[in-house]
């Protein structure tokens, strides 16, 4: 028993000892290897860069890709439902229209002005619709440069007129 006594203290202290070796070698093999990492090591730079996407497409308030869209009707008693027009430069106009009236006749024509509308008619017309009764009509025409236009209905030239803006 009393060797056994004895041993067991030992070989504890042996363990011990060995432990603590280990530990050591253990740290000191960390901290030279923190210092290699620390000498070569650059910090790392994660670089944000832009993940390119599908582009967005600005959005203009009443045209598409494909152009400026305008709708105008022409309502009871032989008058238009608007008589300003604006459409931006540059992109292709799509204009509808829609004779709402039943039974009367009526067009929509853009000149270069009244007088010109008046002098010439409707062959010095930038764009017009047909001539129609109970219709719909849509045309697609490319815009004259910015400035103001003068619209009308070739069949009622007084009383249906307006202003065709280009900016
Ligand atoms: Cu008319």
Not at 33 to 41: C, K, L, M, R, V
Not at 49 to 70: K, L, Y
Not at 117 to 125: K, L, M, V
Not at 136 to 161: A, L, N, S
Request: charged fraction near 20%; proline fraction near 8%.
């Amino acid at each position: 028993m009393k060797i056994d006594m004895t041993k067991l203290p030992l070989g504890e202290a042996l363990i011990g000892f060995v432990l603590a070796a280990l530990v050591v070698t253990f740290v000191l093999a960390f901290a030279i290897g923190n210092n290699d990492g620390g000498i070569g090591g650059e910090e790392a730079v994660v670089e944000m860069s832009p993940t390119p996407g599908p582009e967005e497409t600005p959005s203009d308030g009443g045209t598409t890709g494909e152009g400026t869209v305008v709708e105008i009707a022409m309502v009871p008693v032989i008058q238009f439902d608007t008589t300003d027009v604006t459409v931006p430069a540059g992109l292709m106009v799509t204009l509808t229209a829609d004779n709402r009236e039943p039974g009367i006749l009526h067009n929509w024509a853009v000149y270069e002005s009244r007088e010109v509308a008046e002098s010439e008619g409707p062959s010095a017309a930038i764009a017009l619709t047909e001539i129609c009764v109970d219709c719909t009509e849509t045309i697609t025409f490319e815009p004259p440069p910015p400035g103001d236009y003068f619209f009308r209905c070739d069949v009622h030239p007084v009383q249906m007129v307006g202003t065709f803006v280009v900016e």
